[in-house]
């Protein structure tokens, strides 16, 4: 699976940008599990999940974006949005893509991550 981001850049404190992110195929979920996401990583930090939207457009958000972004996906496209709002300097980072596919081995179920190159998103006045 590749993924293809874009939409990054520098913005100012309450203003806005909207993330794409492009996969190579559709990424099916099974039983709730697998999908597609976006991370952020500072430096000296862990990746840290944002958002993620399953293929039956379930979505999980960190408490910290909560009622400011929104994950949403074009499944004819293969292709997933993070609209961010409301963006704070701590909210800046490099934002990695994220496809979690998950296939059958035998009863049990394997996941395979797969990330983009990652987009820089830089909150500053």
């Known amino acids: 699976v590749q993924l293809v981001e874009s939409g990054g850049g520098l913005v100012q404190p309450g203003g806005s940008l909207r993330l794409s992110c492009e996969a190579s195929e559709r990424i099916v979920s099974i039983n709730g599990m697998g999908g597609m996401g976006w991370y952020r990583q500072t430096p000296g930090k862990q990746r840290e999940l944002v958002a993620s939207i399953t293929s039956g457009s379930s979505t999980n958000y960190a408490d910290s974006v909560k009622g400011r972004f929104t994950i949403s996906s074009d499944t004819g496209k293969n292709t997933v949005f993070l609209q961010m709002n409301s963006l704070k300097p701590e909210d800046t980072a490099v934002y990695y893509c994220?496809?979690?596919?998950?296939?059958?081995?035998?009863?049990?179920?394997?996941?395979?991550?797969?990330w983009g190159r990652g987009t820089q998103v830089t909150v500053s006045s």
């Open positions: 994220n496809a979690a596919v998950i296939e059958r081995v035998g009863v049990a179920l394997r996941r395979a991550d797969y």
